[in-house]
C-alpha cells in the first residue's frame, strides 16, 4: 500500500505470470494520463497519441530513472496474443484521455524480475521472456522503485523485500540468456535469445529492439523516443479529487452563488446614499455572473477528475483481467 | 503563493434610531415647554410692573405690548421647534430603517459569503501540495489549482467590497440619524438649561435663547445633515470613488468578468502574488454621526420692562 491506499502488485513467488488478486498490484500505475484540464483545447489523446502501443522493449533499460522506457519495454514484451490484448486494452483508453491506457502495457517480465527500480542492466529479462504480452501493470513494479532481487539477493531462494514484496526463488544472475518463451500465446516462437548485458546502466539504450521477443508490439519505436513521460496516479486519489470539486461546486452554489444571487436592490434602498447604489449594484451583478460561472467550472473540474479517474482504473481494470487470463495459460515452469 | 482573504468582519447590529431622534424631540419639546412656562410666569410680573409705569387706559395697554413681545418670542421659538420636527419627519424618518437594512444585507449575506469562501480557499491551497499524481495531466491540473486560488481569492476581495458597498452607506446613513439625535439630544439639554437660567430684568429671554439656538439647528439639518455638505457626503465621495476605481472595476484575475479557466498556456506566473486591499474604508465615516452645529444663545435680549413703552415700539 502507497501512502494514499492503493494497491502495490507484484508477482509473487514462484509464479510465472501474473494472477489476479494477488501479485499485479502496483505501487504506481506506468500508464499515461489525460490531461486534467478540460479547457486545453488540443486534448490530451492528440497530444498523446504516440501512447497507444508502444513496442519496444529496451531491455536492460528499465532503471527508475526511465519509467517511460520502462513501460516500454513491458509493452514491447508483450506477446502477440496477451501482448496485442493488453496494448488494444490500453489503447481503448487513449481516446479522450491522451493514451491513458495505450501506456500502461507493459510486459509481465518487467515485473516479474524486472529491475524494480535498479539499473535495467540486472533485470535480466526473465520475466519479460516468460511472460510477454501482459500489459500495463508490470512495468510499474519498476517504477515503484521495487529492489532488484538480482541485485540485493543474487540466486537466493524466495524471500520478501522491506517492502513485503515477494521476491521469485529464482536464482537470476546478472547477465541472462533469456530462453524461447514457451508460454502459448506470448510469442510468436521462434524467438532468438536475448542476452542482457550486466553492466550496470548499461544496455539499455542501445538494447536492440525486444519487439522481436513479443513479436506484437506493432508500434517500431520505444515510447522513450516518443517523448512519453511516465506517470503515477492513484485512481483512489482522483475520484476523490473529484468529488472534493464536486463537492465544493455545489456547495459554492448554495452558500454563495445563490445568496448572491438572491440580492436585488434598488436605489431607494439607499436612502439618502443613493450615489453609492450604482457602483454596489455593478459589484454585484459581477459576483452574480462570478459565483455562477465559479460553480460550473469547479463542476467542470470535478467532472474531468472523474473521467481521468475512471480511465485510469479502467486501465488497471483491464490490465488486471489480462494478468489472469495469463496466469491462467502460462506454462513457464517455475 | 500568499493567501490573504478579506473577510467581512460582524460588527454590531444597527437598529432604526427613529425612538432616540422621537425621544430627543420630545425632550426638546418639554425643554421648550419649560423655558415657555418660565418666560410666562416671570412675563407676569413684568407685565404688572410694565403697567405700573403707567395710569388708565395706558396700563392695559403697556401690559398687552409687553405680553404681546414675548408671545412672539415664544411663537417664534415653536415655529422653529417645528420646523426641526416636520424636518426630521418629512425628510430624514423615511429613512429610519436604510441603515438597518443594508447592514443586514452585509450581515446576512456578505459576511456569511465571506465566511463560506474562507475555508474553501483554504482547501484550494492545501490541494497544491499534493503529491499522489505526478505526470502532464497532474501538472496541468496543479497549474489549475493556483488560477483557481487567485480567482477565489479575488472573489473574496470582491465580497468584501460588496460588503462595503451596503456597509459603508449603512454605516453613513446611520451616522446622519445619529447626528440627528445627537444634536436634538444636545439642544434639548442647552434648551433645558435656559429654562433654568435666572434671567433678572430680562423677560422672555429663555425663549429667546431657545428660539436662536432651535434656528441654527434647523439651518445646519436642513443645509448640511439632509444635504451631506461638511457632514456625510465628503465620506460617500470617498466610498463611490473607491467602488469605482481601477481596484475594482479592473479585475485582475476575474478578468472579463469571467471566471478563469486555466489551459496549458496559461501563464501562472502573471498570477497576482498579493492582496492589496481593493477598499479601505473612509476615515470619515466614523466621525459623521458626531457632527453637529455649534450653537450658542445668541445676542437676543428678550423683552425689558421699558419695551412696553408705546413710542418705543416691541419685540416684534
Known amino acids: 500500500m502507497t501512502d494514499f491506499g492503493h494497491e502495490e502488485r507484484v508477482q509473487e513467488s514462484g509464479v510465472v505470470g501474473h494472477s489476479y488478486g494477488s501479485d499485479d498490484r502496483l505501487e504506481d500505475l506506468d500508464i499515461y494520463e489525460a490531461l ?66 495505450g501506456v500502461g502495457v507493459s510486459g509481465i517480465g518487467g515485473a516479474g524480475y524486472g529491475s524494480a527500480g535498479r539499473g535495467a542492466d540486472a533485470l535480466s529479462g526473465v520475466g519479460g521472456t516468460g511472460s510477454a504480452g501482459l500489459g500495463g501493470l508490470s512495468s510499474g513494479v519498476g517504477a515503484a522503485g521495487l529492489p532488484d532481487p538480482t541485485i540485493d539477493q543474487p540466486g537466493t531462494g524466495t524471500g520478501t523485500t522491506p517492502g513485503g514484496f515477494t521476491i521469485p526463488g529464482v536464482g537470476t544472475p546478472p547477465t ?46 520505444c515510447t522513450a523516443n516518443l517523448g512519453v513521460t511516465m506517470v503515477q496516479a492513484s485512481p483512489e486519489m482522483l475520484h476523490k479529487a473529484a468529488q472534493y470539486w464536486d463537492d465544493t461546486a455545489k456547495d459554492f452554489t448554495a452558500n454563495v452563488a445563490n445568496p448572491v444571487g438572491n440580492q436585488s436592490p434598488s436605489s431607494v434602498d439607499f436612502g439618502m446614499m443613493t450615489d453609492a447604489f450604482s457602483p454596489y449594484n455593478d459589484v454585484l451583478n459581477r459576483l452574480k455572473k462570478w459565483s455562477t460561472d465559479a460553480g460550473s467550472e469547479f463542476s467542470a473540474i470535478s467532472d474531468t477528475l472523474q473521467s481521468a479517474s475512471g480511465g485510469y482504473k479502467d486501465t488497471e481494470d483491464t490490465n488486471t483481467a489480462a494478468s489472469t487470463q495469463v496466469a491462467t495459460h502460462s506454462s513457464i515452469p517455475v | 503563493m500568499t493567501t490573504t482573504t478579506q473577510t467581512p468582519m460582524t460588527s454590531a447590529a444597527i437598529q432604526s434610531l ?17 423655558c415657555e412656562d418660565a418666560d410666562n410666569a416671570q412675563g407676569k410680573k413684568g407685565a404688572e410692573e410694565a403697567g405700573d409705569m403707567y395710569d388708565g387706559a395706558c396700563q392695559d395697554d403697556a401690559k398687552k405690548r409687553f405680553l404681546t413681545q414675548g408671545k412672539a418670542i415664544i411663537d417664534d421659538m415653536w415655529a422653529t421647534f417645528n420646523a426641526l420636527q416636520d424636518g426630521y419627519q418629512s425628510s430624514l424618518r423615511p429613512h429610519e430603517n436604510v441603515g438597518p437594512r443594508l447592514h443586514q444585507v452585509y450581515a446576512d449575506t456578505w459576511v456569511v459569503v465571506g465566511q463560506k469562501i474562507a475555508p474553501v480557499i483554504a482547501d484550494v491551497q492545501k490541494r497544491q501540495q499534493q503529491d499522489h499524481w505526478t505526470g502532464a495531466g497532474a501538472g496541468d491540473y496543479m497549474k489549475q489549482l493556483p488560477v483557481q486560488l487567485a480567482a477565489l481569492n479575488e472573489f473574496s476581495q470582491y465580497v468584501s467590497v460588496a460588503g462595503a458597498g451596503v456597509e459603508t ?58 444635504t451631506g455638505n461638511g457632514t456625510w457626503q465628503s465620506s460617500l465621495d470617498d466610498h463611490t470613488s473607491q467602488m469605482t476605481s481601477t481596484a475594482v472595476t479592473k479585475a485582475a484575475v476575474l478578468t472579463g468578468d469571467a471566471w478563469p479557466k486555466a489551459t496549458m498556456k496559461t501563464d501562472t506566473s502573471k498570477l497576482p502574488t498579493g492582496t492589496d486591499p481593493k477598499y479601505t474604508t473612509p476615515s470619515g465615516v466614523g466621525s459623521v454621526g458626531t457632527d453637529g452645529p455649534i450653537t450658542d444663545r445668541g445676542e437676543d435680549a428678550g423683552v425689558s420692562v421699558d419695551d412696553a413703552v408705546p413710542s418705543t415700539g416691541g419685540y416684534a
Open chain 1, 176 to 221: 541472462t540468456t533469456v530462453p524461447t518463451p514457451t508460454v502459448p500465446g506470448t510469442s510468436s516462437g521462434g524467438i532468438p535469445p536475448i542476452t542482457v548485458p550486466s553492466a550496470p546502466g548499461g544496455g539499455g539504450a542501445g538494447m536492440p529492439s525486444a519487439g522481436g521477443a513479443g513479436g506484437g508490439g506493432g508500434a517500431s519505436a
Open chain 2, 169 to 226: 452607506p449603512a454605516q453613513l446613513q446611520q451616522a446622519v440619524f445619529t447626528a440627528f439625535v445627537t444634536m436634538a439630544g444636545g439642544t434639548a439639554q442647552k434648551v433645558q438649561g435656559y429654562a433654568g437660567t435666572e434671567t433678572g430684568d430680562r423677560y422672555f429671554q429663555r425663549c429667546a435663547w431657545a428660539a436662536n439656538t432651535l434656528s441654527q439647528c434647523v439651518d445646519w439639518f436642513t443645509n448640511n445633515l439632509m
Open chain 1, 36 to 101: 486534467i484540464n478540460p479547457h486545453d483545447g488540443q486534448g490530451g489523446s492528440q497530444k498523446r497519441g504516440g501512447g497507444g502501443a508502444p513496442a519496444m522493449m529496451p531491455m536492460g533499460n528499465t532503471g527508475s530513472s526511465s519509467k517511460a522506457e520502462t513501460a516500454a519495454a513491458g509493452t514491447t514484451a508483450a506477446g502477440p496474443a496477451k501482448g496485442t490484448s493488453a496494448a488494444s486494452a490500453g489503447a481503448g483508453r487513449a481516446s479522450g484521455l491522451s493514451g491513458t491506457g
Open chain 2, 18 to 34: 427613529d425612538p432616540s431622534a422621537v425621544s430627543a424631540l420630545t425632550s426638546l419639546k418639554a425643554a421648550c415647554t419649560a
